[in-house]
C-alpha cells in the first residue's frame, strides 16, 4: 500500500529563523516559525506529530503535550525521542554527561515521560532504546577526556582514514509513542 505524497500535508515549527532561512527550500516552505505552545492549531488537526530531542528543552512539557493530545486526530500517535535520565551512562559519568546542559531545562526517565503522557490522556504508550550513529571523531569529542588526548586520538583516526567511519551506540535515548 503506498501513498500519494502530493496528497501529505507536512508542518514543522522551528524557534530558530537562522534555522530556518538556511535549510533546503523544499524544506523551510513547510517550516513555521515560533513555539508550538504559542501556535494557533484546530483541535482534532494532525495525523501524527514527531517531536525528536526536544521536550528537554521546552519550559513547559506538560502543556506542550496537553496541546499535542488535543490537536491530534483520535486514534493516531505522537512520537518522541528523549534522554533518559535513569540510563546508566548519565548516572555514570554524573555532572560530565551530555545530557546535563545549561540549554536543558528538564530531564526524563522513562517513568516520567510515560506519566507525563498518560496524565494528558495519551494510551498505548511503547518505549525503546535507540542508538545514536554519529562519526567515531564526534564520539570522542563528546569523552570526558582532557581536550589534548582527544585531539591526538581523533588526530590519529584522521592519519588511518577512519575519522568518517560511524559508529552507532545506544547512550540512552528513548524511542516513545503514545495514541491518543
Not at 516559525?33 to 530531542?53: L, P, R, T
Not at 528523549?82 to 555514570?92: E, G, N, R, S
Not at 535507540?130 to 592519519?159: A, D, G
Request: a positive charge; charged letters at 20%.
Amino acid at each position: 500500500m503506498g501513498y500519494d505524497k502530493n496528497k501529505i500535508q507536512i508542518m514543522g515549527i522551528e524557534t530558530s529563523i537562522s534555522a530556518i532561512n538556511n535549510t533546503n527550500i523544499e524544506i523551510a516552505k513547510n517550516l513555521k516559525h515560533g513555539f508550538f505552545e504559542n501556535m494557533k492549531v484546530d483541535q482534532n488537526y494532525f495525523e501524527s506529530i514527531f517531536c525528536f530531542m526536544t521536550m528537554e528543552h521546552v519550559y513547559d512539557p506538560l502543556n506542550v503535550l496537553k496541546k499535542s493530545f488535543s490537536c491530534l486526530k483520535k486514534g493516531v500517535f505522537i512520537v518522541l525521542v528523549i534522554h533518559d535520565v535513569d540510563f546508566i551512562l548519565h548516572k555514570i559519568l554524573k555532572k560530565k554527561s551530555p545530557i546535563i546542559d545549561i540549554e536543558h531545562l528538564q530531564l526524563f526517565s522513562k517513568k516520567t515521560i510515560i506519566y507525563s503522557l498518560k496524565k494528558v490522556g495519551f494510551k498505548n504508550i511503547d518505549t525503546q532504546y535507540i542508538k545514536n550513529s554519529y562519526r567515531i571523531v564526534y564520539w570522542i569529542s563528546l569523552l570526558p577526556f582532557p581536550k589534548f588526548f582527544k585531539s591526538f586520538i581523533i588526530k590519529i583516526l584522521i592519519i588511518l582514514g577512519l575519522s568518517n567511519v560511524r559508529l552507532g551506540i545506544n547512550v540512552g535515548n528513548i524511542l516513545v509513542v503514545a495514541y491518543k
